[in-house]
């Protein structure tokens, strides 16, 4: 292959490990760390929500063993396990189980201490994100719970774990330290300096971070890097390489629907990708570190039922009508949330709301069906828990649905989202 189509390759297969590699400098390693609250302020990760109280840190095993406390807590919780790609692997911690736990990586030999559960890895570098549900499945007000359980959490390297079993408890920092807007970083990097991205591409992909390579996927790393130099030649065909790249991404998520799916994007899939590379990099580029099917089903629109893009400036706003058959079922909850349209972060509003969900009980209509509406200002007559604000021009909505079961099988679809006339 020549440089243009080297260059295409190997963007697919290595665009998540710039975010990964980027986020682990600036992260905190073998300490759980969440913010103290989710606004439009929160850039780190594209697609946040605001349903959970999030910690996580970024794992590594290399050095020594890591041990994680679990505490007991009446609140539901998932916890997500991640290579830096964003393959989700199973740690084997069983669900809702409070013990403590030693990671191992992979070429570990020595004894654990008697107490605590070996928990082997297959990486010595990986993500860990927790995930409490601020409200019941009933609607439960559980914030103090779930803010108790976060703060409990500890974590910390075996030696440490030894001298103070009572240390390494979780910090909750100030949001601002999560403003760092990764994806708008990469996105205009690429636009603009397409050769400074491949650099820092090709810094991510030599790092200790990245796991062991499969042959095909180690001869596309070294032919590009025999090709590409220092970045000072063939700088065209790099540089429209790597905006072809990114290009694919974005087409492959964003065409990931049609018509008869009412427009909205889903992956049955979510991090198990096996060789859908392109698709797992739009994970990335759109809902980075999202959890697995059988955790959290999403469904992503950025168009109505007509195949229109969304936009608040267009005229009464929107309306998303689940019939009474249609509502999701969830063992957690379902949330439907606005983004803004590149860097899929919350829309600032003056009501300071940012989710239509389950636990807010919105109102039904007399036959059972929930509708949300989705506009600048509160339609009259609607009522505020099915309000969902946005702002001026485009943007986009993603549902999710928090351990789906029932009518949330492969074959859903939400309804389409359809225009307000008047």
């Known amino acids: ?48 929500n605001v349903d959970t109280l999030y910690t996580s840190t970024f794992l590594e095993l290399a050095a020594e063993p890591v041990v994680l406390t679990i505490p007991e807590t009446p609140v539901t919780y998932s916890m997500l396990t991640l290579d830096p790609y964003g393959d989700i692997f199973n740690s084997g911690i069983p669900s809702q189980t409070a013990g403590t736990y030693a990671f191992t990586g992979p070429d570990y030999k020595g004894v654990i201490p008697d107490g605590i559960t070996q928990v082997p890895m297959p990486l010595n570098v990986c993500t860990l994100i927790f995930r409490a549900d601020k409200y019941s499945a009933t609607g439960e007000d559980q914030m103090a719970e779930a803010e108790k359980f976060r703060k409990t959490l500890r974590i910390q390297t075996l030696s440490d774990y030894v001298k103070d079993p009572s240390g390494g408890e979780a910090w909750v920092l100030p949001e601002v330290a999560f403003a760092i807007p990764y994806k708008t970083i990469a996105d205009n990097l690429i636009t603009k300096a397409p050769i400074t991205f491949l650099k820092e591409l090709q810094t991510a992909v030599a790092s ?60 049955l899939n979510m991090g198990d990708w096996g060789a859908q590379v392109v698709e797992r990099s739009g994970i990335t580029e759109v809902i980075q570190y999202g ?124 309804p389409g989202i359809r225009r307000i006339q008047g």
């Open 291 to 414: 959890n697995g099917r059988s955790t959290a089903a999403y469904y992503h629109a950025f168009k109505d039922e007509t195949g229109t893009p969304l936009d608040g400036d267009n005229g009464a706003g929107y309306v998303l009508t689940f019939s009474a058959e249609q509502i999701p079922q969830a063992k957690r909850f379902w949330s439907l949330t606005a983004y803004t349209p590149e860097s899929i972060e919350l829309i600032a509003n003056s009501a300071n709301k940012y989710v239509v969900a389950s636990y807010d009980q919105p109102e039904k209509g007399p036959d059972g069906s929930v509708s949300i509406y989705i506009a600048k200002e509160q339609p009259a007559g609607a009522p505020k828990a099915n309000w969902l604000p946005v702002s001026h021009g485009r943007f986009n909505v993603m549902l999710r649905v928090y351990g789906p079961e029932g009518n949330v099988t492969g074959e859903y679809v939400p």
């Open 208 to 267: 200790s971070n990245t796991p062991p390579m499969l042959p095909a996927v180690q001869r596309l790393s070294e032919h590009f890097d025999s090709l590409f130099g220092d970045g000072s030649a063939n700088l065209n065909e790099f540089s429209a390489g790597a905006r072809a790249g990114h290009e694919l991404i974005l087409d492959r998520y964003l065409t990931h629907t049609d018509a008869e799916r009412k427009h909205w994007i889903t992956f």
């Open 1 to 48: 292959m020549g440089a243009f189509s080297t260059t295409v390759a190997y963007v697919a297969q290595f665009y998540p490990l710039w975010f990964t590699y980027n986020q682990s400098r600036f992260a905190t390693h073998n300490r759980l760390v969440g913010p103290d609250r989710v606004s439009p302020l929160y850039h780190i990760v594209v697609a946040i």
